[in-house]
Each structure stands twice: as C-alpha cells, then as structure tokens.
C-alpha cells in the first residue's frame, strides 16, 4: 500500500510539473527583438579570476560584435594569478581595438561582499563613467556570436525589459557532461519556469549569471549591487530586487546561423561539476536544514523512487511509477534535443538527480565545516554562529 501510495504520488506531482509547471519543459524560442538597438550605448563588465585559459576568446567574440552603438568593455582582474589581464589586453591589440578594452585591477575583498561582486561592482564603477544605457554583465568563459549584443539589447527594447538574461549553451562533449549538463538546465528551468520569470504579475525571479543585460537606470534605482553584496547566488539575487521594481526576462540562448552565446568551460571530469553545485546549492535553501530534508524527500520521491518501483514494486505500483518516469523522459527530451543527446539518455535523469542531490548535501555539509562558497581559494559563507 506504501509503495502504491508513494508511485501515485509521484506520477501526480510528473502531472504537475508537466502541465502546471509554466511550461518549463519546452524550449521555446525567445520573442523577437525590436530593431532600435543602434540608439543604445553598452558596456560589458567582465569580472576574471585566473581565467588565462579562455579570458582572449570572450573579449574577441565581444570585440566582434555587429552592434551599431557605442560599445566598450571593462574586465576586472580579481587578483589573478595567471596573467588574465595581459592575454585580455592582447586579444584587443589583436582585434585593433585595444581603445575599446579597460582592464582594472579589484581592490582587496572587504568584509561582507562574495568575491565575484566586488569586483563587478568596481567594474560597473568604472563604467559608469561612459554613461551606458545599458550594462552587459558577463563572465570570463562566455563566447559571444556575432549577433547576441544587438540581439539582448533589441528585445530589452522591445519588451521594456530592466533585465534580459540568456542561459548560454554549456559544454556537452565529455560523458560526464552528457549526463549531468543537460540535467543541471532541466533543473533549473524547472525552479524558475522562464514564462514565470517574465510574468509581471508572478513572484518568480531569476538570471542566469554568465550573460545579464540590465537597464543601467534600473540597476541604480535598486542601489547597484550593493544591495546583494552578501549573495552567493548573485544573478538570481539581482534578478529578484530588479522585479521588484520592473519587468525581467529569462530564457535559453537562441541557436542562429553563427551559434549560441556558450560557455567555454569545460567539465572532463564529475568534480567540478560536484564543486559548482556544492559552492551554492545550500545557499539556495537559504541555509536551513529542514529545508534540506524536504528536497532530499521529494528529489527521492520525484526522481529515484519512479525508477525503483519499477522495478521492484507491487501491482498497481508499477503502473503509476511507470507512468511517472514515463512523463519523466518525455519532458526531459526536448533539452537533450537542444544539447544534441541521445533520446536515449532520457531514462537516466533519475541518476542524474541523484547525483546533484548528493551534492547538495555535500554543500550543507561543506557549509556546517566553515567552508561555504569555496571557490577558487575563497571561502565566502562561513557557517554562522550563534
């Protein structure tokens, strides 16, 4: 009878998910922009932490924008260790734009501020110094085509957007990342439904941190990012305080005739992507343990149980589980599409759910030694006392 209870259940929440969810599932293409791009000025702030590996690409591809207004780029070199600075500065010599690039140094870390959004804040300091319309927000390891400033700026006109953010396409080649890439959007998308995000009227919030466009007026009104100096999940932190006083829009990076906006770093192995996980998963939770317990539960029950049951359930147990990691599959497709996968995989996101359970378990875990948020040599969310 447990068992029974416990397929139906999650063959109603698969329902849910499938039908009441915002339509998470489907990969819709974005709306189509306005065309007054030209009018706006831009400028893109690049805060790099030893990222000499892919730092020169992501300055070329913005250097090769087809983008008819004014445009400039601000990298803030976070204490790097690996000459980031000097390969960025190099790949704008290259490009003979090296006027467009601004390379500044971040200040040493102060107390209270997560290590990435100070030095974005130092950098979106500078420039505001050449009276943007408009802030591109970027990471180290984003390749930009052609046509994704005058894209992001065209549907920011468009629609009104105070914050246009594009999930980029992320390394998929390795096994690892065939099995946990895709997986980790799916997730994602189901947390924030993008037709959530976009609705006005919703309280659902997010971005997607490696390519942000934000009105630079709409940054200011909310006190820049001062306001989230603490965050770790900073993207979705600034998306959440911009709703609150304007429209936001979230969606997955178009493929067009020159590619997707995509993400140059590579996961060859499962650990960096534990690592990814495990630096911000219990932040997510806001840091609280029964919060922990309840989405171990339902990952179990949502996920692993479907399968389980299928196997080794009671009549009529079978059926509701099988109905369930059937739904489960069916919603899963459309992602693996994009990512160019095996329709085949589609069975194997309960393996892949448990492992970013796992993982953030090992982020509570991680948090409860002191050592929340650790990236890249920092520890930026130690456990709190008292």
Request: hydrophobic residues 55%; contains cysteine; aromatic residues 10%.
């Amino acid at each position: 009878m447990t068992a029974t209870i416990l397929a139906a259940a999650a063959a109603a929440m698969w329902f849910y998910l499938i039908a009441l969810r915002g339509g998470f599932w489907r990969q819709v293409p974005p709306p189509a922009g306005g065309g007054a791009a030209a009018a706006s000025s831009v400028v893109a702030v690049i805060p790099a932490r030893d990222e000499a590996a892919s730092i020169g690409a992501a300055v070329a591809s913005l250097l090769a924008q087809r983008y008819a207004g004014g445009f400039r780029i601000v990298v803030v070199d976070d204490h790097s260790s690996d000459g980031t600075a000097a390969i960025a500065r190099e790949a704008a010599a290259t490009a003979g734009a090296a006027e467009l690039l601004t390379v500044v140094a971040a200040p040493p870390l102060p107390a209270g501020w997560t290590g990435k959004l100070w030095a974005m804040r130092h950098g979106i300091d500078v420039a505001r110094r050449f009276l943007p319309d408009y802030l591109l927000l970027t990471d180290a390891d984003i390749l930009h085509p052609p046509h994704n400033l005058a894209d992001l700026v065209s549907r920011a006109r468009a629609g009104g957007w105070d914050l246009v953010s594009l999930m980029v396409r992320l390394n998929c080649r390795s096994a690892w990342e065939r099995l946990l890439i895709p997986a980790f959007v799916f997730f994602f998308f189901k947390l924030y439904p993008p037709r959530w995000v976009a609705d006005r009227r919703s309280s659902v919030a997010a971005a997607a941190g490696g390519c942000m466009l934000v009105r630079r007026a709409a940054l200011d009104r909310i006190g820049g990012v001062d306001s989230i100096r603490h965050e770790l999940i900073d993207d979705c932190a600034l998306a959440r305080r911009l709703k609150a006083h304007g429209p936001i829009w979230l969606g997955a990076a178009p493929r067009g005739p020159e590619g997707a906006a995509r993400s140059l770093r590579e996961y060859r192995s499962w650990r960096p992507i534990w690592d990814m996980i495990a630096r911000c998963a219990f932040a997510q939770l806001g840091y609280s343990a029964p919060a922990l317990v309840a989405t171990v539960v339902l990952m179990g029950v949502i996920y692993v149980a479907p399968p389980l049951l299928v196997a080794l359930g009671p009549m009529p147990a079978r059926l509701f589980a099988g109905a369930a990691w059937a739904m489960m599959s069916l919603a899963y497709l459309p992602l693996l599409r994009r990512y160019e996968c095996s329709p085949l995989r589609a069975p194997l996101l309960p393996l892949a759910a448990l492992f970013y359970t796992a993982a953030t378990v090992g982020s509570a875990i991680q948090y409860w030694r002191g050592r929340g948020g650790r990236w890249k040599g920092r520890v930026q969310a130690a456990r709190a006392e008292g």
